[in-house]
């Protein structure tokens, strides 16, 4: 199903609102890949990680039906490794749109953000780029500092126009 959903207005806002949580969820595993010592994914990791979501634990019976909690955690899974898998790469195309940037002086908010939005641009054929780049802005406005969104709009807008 595409970012828009397919049927009534009440379903493809609930799917936005989970699509978003999906996305808060993959910043947080790239936020821990960065600040947490010796730290890899791995079903150990994701073990720990989902027990402490409420929204996708299976105790949760009432927020989230079971099989939509499993294939939002069955998406955060594949988007957080995709994103660690190909970060190098994603780094690159982040510093070609980057004027005078690196990845090092960026926050790791702000980074890890364009990194997940750059991956779905490449890689998630089935997400439109505009509502990445839209999402991106919104994870940096709620995430990021007053600058955030604005920086983060201007490279993800960089790389749109680089393809």
Not at 143 to 156: A, E, H, Q, T, Y
Request: one cysteine or more; charged letters at 30%.
């Amino acid at each position: 199903m595409s970012e828009g959903g397919k049927s009534g207005k009440a379903t493809d806002e609930g799917y936005r609102q989970q699509r978003r949580l999906v996305r808060q969820c993959v910043l947080s595993i790239l936020y821990q890949s960065e600040t947490v010592d010796d730290w890899q994914w791995s079903a150990r990791q994701a073990e720990d990680f989902w027990r402490h979501l409420p929204e996708f634990s299976e105790s949760e019976k009432d927020r989230i039906a079971a099989p939509e909690r499993r294939k939002n955690r069955e998406l955060v899974e594949a988007l957080a490794g995709g994103v660690l898998r190909e970060r190098e790469n994603l780094d690159k195309t982040i510093m070609a749109a980057a004027r005078n940037w690196s990845i090092s002086r960026m926050s790791i908010v702000d980074r890890n953000i364009l990194r997940l939005a750059v991956y779905e641009i490449k890689h998630c054929p089935d997400i439109p780029s505009v509502a990445s780049l839209n999402e991106a802005i919104e994870l940096a406005r709620t995430f990021g500092d007053k600058d955030s969104p604005r920086f983060v709009n201007g490279i993800l807008d960089h790389v749109l126009k680089l393809g």
